[in-house]
């Protein structure tokens, strides 16, 4: 494994489009990498990205961050971004009315964004109305793209639940209740991939041939759009509560709650798949020299101490990256060699520091191509983890019901308990609000 292959970008149109050669034995070999994971994963790449950013952009338009308009544009790159990636299955045409329909609605949560702020209450209800008229516009595109494999009423519920997400948040943060906002903001992360599996789902059941009989929701599949779940997620929060630490912000210890409710959630992924000595090594490892590595170097920025900021900055990008790394090969029994688990966190935790130090010397552009490239790391991050782990238990990710855990060396009980546990945190994560399955209230981590 070399590390460009970490940083493979997400669209693989090439795949998407071009027949694929080579049987996958109907998938009877679990694999985190097939022609129908690598759609779900796009899409749960570019939709989240699209979440995070639109959040960020409204809370930094409100506040008058002067980073907002970089924000702002990296959201509308990502919708850009988007149009590939639907062209090459519905043809240009599709691609082009994708964005028609999914543009304007970004300009319409910036413009929500702003009328709260002048206290415009005209122009708030004009920009609710261009949003309703987006779910409604999408939930149309969609169903009729995929010849109703997605339902059209089913596609305008989740649309307008994300929706509602987003406005919640901001809506929240606008209140100071923060608390609330940060758990919405939990929760909408969940839901939108969610998003990401029902629509490849669609796709492929639409297209099968396209993607050689493959299917985007197999317990390997599902594992490893857990994995980049959460750690695009962290991606996310870390790089918001450095920011919100350096400007002294009023929610930042609500971010860093939001940061701990991950790390509860990682922490209890490797305790389901490596047992509880393990989940308890992740917990330690994962917080001593990196969430509050990170905090310290927001603190010692602030405060314009350098020795220390570089200090901090070590502890991230060697200390950090190399115990860590060395922990995962260790778990995954060398499936992840340690000195490609080394290289990919010290590019995440590289792309960390660089949105952070760009944004602290105001150059707001710099920072969000620091942030998109982070944030895309992410998912490489998530299917070379996860396919570390399915090529280590190939038996757990078939499908079918294991029968025993087998003894991994972290000191914890292999069970199949555990792996019930794993399965049904992937549930949760990732089916709880999709297209299809419908949450009837929010799943709030707490």
Known sequence: MKMKKWLTPVLGLALIVSPVTGAYAAETTPTVKTPASDLRATFDYLLSEHYALAVDTMIKTYDGNKAAPEAAKALDQNAKDMEPAIASIYGEEGGKQFEAIFAPHNAATDDYAKAVKDGDKTAQ???TKEVDKFVNDMAAFLSTATGGKLPEAGAKQALAEHEADVQ???DQYVAKDYEGAYKTYLAGFEQIFGAGKAISGAIVAQNPDKFNNTKPDTAAADLRSALTMLGSEHFALATLSMEKGYDGDPDYDYVNWAQDQNTAAFKAAFTSIYGADAGNQFEKLWTTN?????????????????????????????TFANDFGNFLATATDGNLPAKDAIAALTQHETTVTDTFNKYVSADY???YASYREGYKLMSGIGENLGGAIVTQFPDKFSDKMPTSMPNTGMGGEQTNHSLALWIGLSAIILAGAGFIIFR???QQRR
Do not use: C, Y
């Open 125 to 127: 209800d004009a920009a």
């Open 168 to 170: 919640q948040v901001f």
């Open 290 to 318: 990196h969430i509050n590595a990170q905090a310290d170097l927001a603190a010692a920025t602030a405060a314009k101490n350098t020795d220390n900021e570089q200090k901090d900055k070590t502890r991230l990008t060697n």
């Open 365 to 367: 552009a710099g920072s």
């Open 440 to 442: 009837q209230q929010k």
